[in-house]
């Protein structure tokens, strides 16, 4: 993301934006449940160019023309359903807390209200799952919702964000880069471990390229 | 499960009555691991009155996953077999001291405590070599969330923590192992 587009409030362009959408959106695929034969075939095809993401991307790519799409959904079972429990809990509210369904996901489900998104009918998974999440950020890229009439400092797609994701999904991608029965996951984990890096690094740039402007309007 | 089935010959004995109203009760007194070529029923011996009387053969099953039970019967001073007899019929054999007192609590039941044989004590303890698997017992107390081991989950579950089926032989180890 470039971002730095003179003048314009706008830091990114539509097609950019698009992008950061369509990378929300595939790691909200992979993460919701076990990706199937089709899904493992279109990421097989994908390419990347030499930036750290790219060579991610290649990676998964590579790794999902070999996969076989029993061992990955054998796999999923045991990061994230288990017996008991799975190897990882990816839910905000216990990266955050140490307990699910706390705080966290309550100030998530005010926000969500706000924002006017629900979950869908059949969709059981608390709404602070990193996949939920991640399809909440490839809405609000792709311009479908709406985080402009969130409060207290959480305004916009980058306080969304900062207040929902910058304080545990990195260490949540770290985890399931070294979950034992991590595979196939180890490139999810590297993307979103990667892309979670742009993004902070990204709104952080925005915020100070818009933080002088916005107090020189202010007076 | 049970792991393995013997047949142990039963003898009992009944003795005179002592008062005119009460009948003969047969009692059961002995186990044999080596059934002998007789009838169920089968008077064996007539000394004084004292009957000595053979019940038949029964079925004694060893489970494995009651191994701990048994250890506890062969470490007692005299290791027993319980033989409970229902109406002068044998109902239930067992080498487990536990659900031998519990069928002693019935009162309709004649349930005795007979020594064990010890060739049927060496093939007990062979049996529990085989099957054993001790559990060590696990006392869970309340900590204080301050402390160290505070109940927090670990963020990520390690392969030996997951649950693995692990009681008797059919316990599996984890996934991939075997």
Same mark, same amino acid.
């Given at each position: 993301?470039?971002?730095?587009?003179?003048?314009?409030?706008?830091?990114?362009?539509?097609?950019?934006?698009?992008?950061?959408?369509?990378?929300?959106?595939?790691?909200?695929?992979?993460?919701?449940?076990?990706?199937?034969?089709?899904?493992?075939?279109?990421?097989? %095809?994908?390419?990347?160019?030499?930036?750290?993401?790219?060579?991610? !991307?290649?990676?998964?790519?590579?790794?999902?023309?070999?996969?076989?799409?029993?061992?990955?959904?054998? $796999?999923?079972?045991?990061?994230?359903?288990?017996?008991?429990?799975?190897?990882?809990?990816? !839910?905000?509210?216990? !990266?955050?807390?140490?307990?699910?369904?706390?705080?966290?996901?309550?100030?998530?489900? *005010?926000?969500?209200?706000?924002? %006017?998104?629900?979950?869908?009918?059949?969709?059981?998974?608390?709404?602070?799952?990193?996949?939920?999440?991640?399809?909440?950020?490839?809405?609000?890229?792709? %311009?479908?919702?709406?985080?402009?009439?969130?409060?207290?400092?959480?305004?916009?797609?980058?306080?969304?964000?900062?207040?929902?994701?910058?304080?545990?999904?990195?260490?949540?991608?770290?985890?399931?880069?070294?979950?034992?029965?991590?595979?196939?996951?180890?490139?999810?984990? $590297?993307?979103?471990?990667?892309?979670?890096?742009?993004?902070? *690094?990204?709104? $952080?740039?925005?915020?100070?390229?818009?933080?002088?402007?916005?107090?020189?309007?202010?007076? | 499960?049970?792991?393995?089935?013997?047949?142990? =010959?039963?003898?009992?004995?009944?003795?005179?009555?002592?008062?005119?109203?009460?009948?003969?009760?047969?009692?059961?007194?002995?186990?044999?691991?080596?059934?002998?070529?007789?009838?169920? =029923?089968?008077?064996?011996?007539?000394?004084?009155?004292?009957?000595?009387?053979?019940?038949?053969?029964?079925?004694?099953?060893?489970?494995?996953?009651?191994?701990?039970?048994?250890?506890?019967?062969?470490?007692?001073?005299?290791?027993?077999?319980?033989?409970?007899?229902?109406?002068?019929?044998?109902?239930?054999?067992?080498?487990?001291?536990?659900? =031998?007192?519990?069928?002693?609590?019935?009162?309709?039941?004649?349930?005795?405590?007979?020594?064990?044989?010890?060739?049927?004590?060496?093939?007990?303890?062979?049996?529990?070599?085989?099957?054993?698997?001790?559990?060590?017992?696990?006392?869970?107390?309340?900590?204080?969330?301050?402390?160290?081991?505070?109940?927090?989950?670990?963020?990520?579950?390690?392969?030996?923590?997951?649950?693995?089926?692990?009681?008797?032989?059919?316990?599996?180890?984890?996934?991939?192992?075997?």
């Amino acid at each position: 993301m470039s971002g730095l587009s003179k003048g314009k409030t706008e830091p990114t362009s539509d097609s950019q934006n698009e992008q950061r959408a369509q990378h929300w959106g595939l790691l909200s695929s992979l993460l919701v449940a076990p990706p199937k034969k089709d899904l493992l075939a279109a990421i097989a %095809g994908l390419h990347g160019d030499d930036t750290a993401l790219g060579q991610a !991307y290649r990676r998964l790519a590579k790794a999902a023309q070999t996969a076989d799409p029993a061992a990955v959904e054998r $796999e999923f079972f045991e990061l994230f359903i288990g017996v008991g429990r799975g190897e990882l809990l990816p !839910y905000a509210s216990f !990266y955050i807390t140490g307990f699910l369904n706390e705080r966290p996901l309550a100030d998530l489900r *005010r926000d969500l209200a706000v924002m %006017g998104v629900e979950r869908a009918q059949g969709r059981h998974e608390p709404e602070d799952h990193i996949a939920s999440l991640s399809e909440i950020m490839a809405g609000l890229a792709s %311009g479908q919702f709406s985080a402009d009439a969130l409060g207290c400092g959480a305004a916009g797609e980058a306080g969304f964000f900062a207040r929902h994701l910058q304080p545990w999904a990195p260490q949540f991608f770290d985890d399931l880069a070294v979950a034992p029965s991590a595979d196939f996951f180890r490139h999810v984990a $590297e993307i979103g471990s990667v892309f979670t890096d742009i993004e902070i *690094r990204a709104f $952080e740039l925005a915020r100070k390229q818009e933080g002088p402007a916005s107090a020189a309007a202010a007076h | 499960m049970p792991k393995a089935i013997l047949r142990l =010959g039963i003898v009992a004995m009944s003795r005179p009555p002592v008062t005119q109203w009460s009948g003969r009760v047969l009692r059961p007194v002995s186990v044999m691991i080596d059934l002998p070529p007789l009838e169920a =029923g089968a008077l064996m011996a007539d000394r004084d009155g004292v009957q000595t009387v053979y019940l038949g053969d029964h079925e004694l099953a060893l489970h494995s996953g009651e191994t701990r039970h048994y250890i506890d019967n062969l470490m007692a001073r005299q290791p027993s077999v319980w033989v409970a007899m229902d109406n002068d019929r044998i109902a239930v054999v067992t080498v487990d001291p536990y659900e =031998g007192e519990a069928l002693a609590s019935d009162p309709e039941r004649m349930v005795e405590a007979v020594p064990m044989p010890t060739t049927l004590a060496a093939r007990l303890d062979a049996f529990v070599k085989e099957h054993h698997v001790d559990e060590v017992f696990h006392k869970r107390k309340r900590v204080p969330a301050t402390s160290a081991d505070a109940p927090r989950a670990p963020r990520i579950l390690q392969p030996q923590a997951k649950w693995v089926q692990t009681r008797g032989r059919s316990g599996r180890g984890p996934l991939g192992k075997g």
